[in-house]
């Protein structure tokens, strides 16, 4: 499904951690690769100096030489040998003009580290990778620095989660998951593991549900969740991810805090400087059943992206109209 594959890069060594993981990706499915970098003339000289101003130009004109002939050494690398790679070079609002590459030049996947150049807190927290996560119409593909998701022979037994609510609109970041998954995985050492957080009532309220409906509803929402996730995980298993070569798995857990919940499920409790996670990936969308304003302004996705050392895989589905 990753027909067109943007990278976009800063000139760091930490952005540039992205490039091995959209090379195999675009090898596996022939994929064409973008490299892109910004060049953003008003964060360099400002936009308030009249001085800068006049020469913004002449500024202008050598920073998109300096990007041209940086992306031309990174074009001749070695893992994007044999491989259809394009190089461009843009002025503007870094993270709006990504967003336009993306919707002008109908890429498909978005492959990032969250941090760059200035730092980790300008990239993950600050303008350019929050804005590409809540606004691109192509999943994002995150990497990080201290625990890159892995691909090809240095995968491994490689396993994944996605995090769902039960809406269609979660769903959407199922395929991309299923894709990425058969891409970085070896053979038969490919999972899927689809995670669904029942939110945990006061006891009071069970109670006075109990009393009154004669119904646990605690325990009712966690058989539906059950039910959901089998079902989905079956005809997973028999359709999309058997074609793959994905294997897929579920399970429910309980919380009073779903965003907690699930990064304490994908992390487990070890710190990340003594061990691996029990998941490579985290995969979710950016908004589900309770709709963009709860997910994407702050209640569970926004937490998620802003607190998981995990790779992530994030999808941002349409408005329905």
């Not at 000289?45 to 940086?70: C, D, F, H, M």
Request: hydrophobic share 45%; glycine share 6%.
């Amino acid at each position: 499904m990753f027909k067109r594959i943007l990278v976009p890069l800063d000139g760091s060594a930490r952005a540039e951690q992205a490039l091995p993981l959209a090379a195999h990706i675009a090898r596996t499915y022939n994929s064409a690769i973008i490299l892109t970098r910004i060049v953003d003339v008003f964060e360099t000289v400002g936009a308030s100096s009249i001085q800068a101003a006049a020469l913004t130009n002449e500024i202008r004109e050598i920073q998109e030489k300096e990007a041209r002939e940086y992306l031309q050494r990174i074009y001749g690398a070695r893992e994007l040998e044999r491989l259809d790679t394009a190089i461009e070079v843009h002025s503007g609002d870094v993270a709006t003009t990504l967003l336009e590459m993306i919707t002008r030049e109908s890429i498909d996947l978005v492959v990032m580290t969250s941090h760059g150049y200035t730092g980790y807190k300008q990239w993950m927290l600050g303008s350019v990778a929050q804005k590409m996560v809540h606004d691109s119409i192509a999943p994002v593909l995150i990497q990080r620095e201290n625990y890159a998701l892995p691909c090809g022979t240095a995968s491994g037994d490689l396993k994944f989660c996605v995090a769902l609510d039960g809406s269609e609109l979660a769903e959407r970041v199922l395929r991309p998951a299923l894709y990425v998954a058969a891409a970085c995985g070896n053979v038969r050492q490919r999972e899927v593991h689809l995670l669904r957080i029942v939110k945990a009532m006061e006891a009071e309220r069970v109670e006075i549900f109990r009393r009154i409906h004669k119904l646990d509803i605690q325990q009712f929402l966690y058989n539906e969740a059950t039910s959901y996730l089998k079902e989905l995980g079956e005809r997973l298993n028999k359709e999309a991810a058997a074609q793959l070569g994905v294997r897929v798995t579920w399970s429910v857990i309980m919380g009073s805090d779903i965003a907690r919940a699930i990064i304490h499920e994908v992390e487990g409790e070890a710190p990340v400087m003594q061990g691996p996670f029990p998941y490579a990936l985290l995969a979710l969308a950016t908004h589900g059943r309770s709709g963009i304003a709860r997910w994407a302004a702050g209640s569970v996705a926004e937490r998620i992206l802003n607190n998981t050392k995990l790779p992530l895989l994030v999808v941002h589905p349409p408005k329905k109209m």
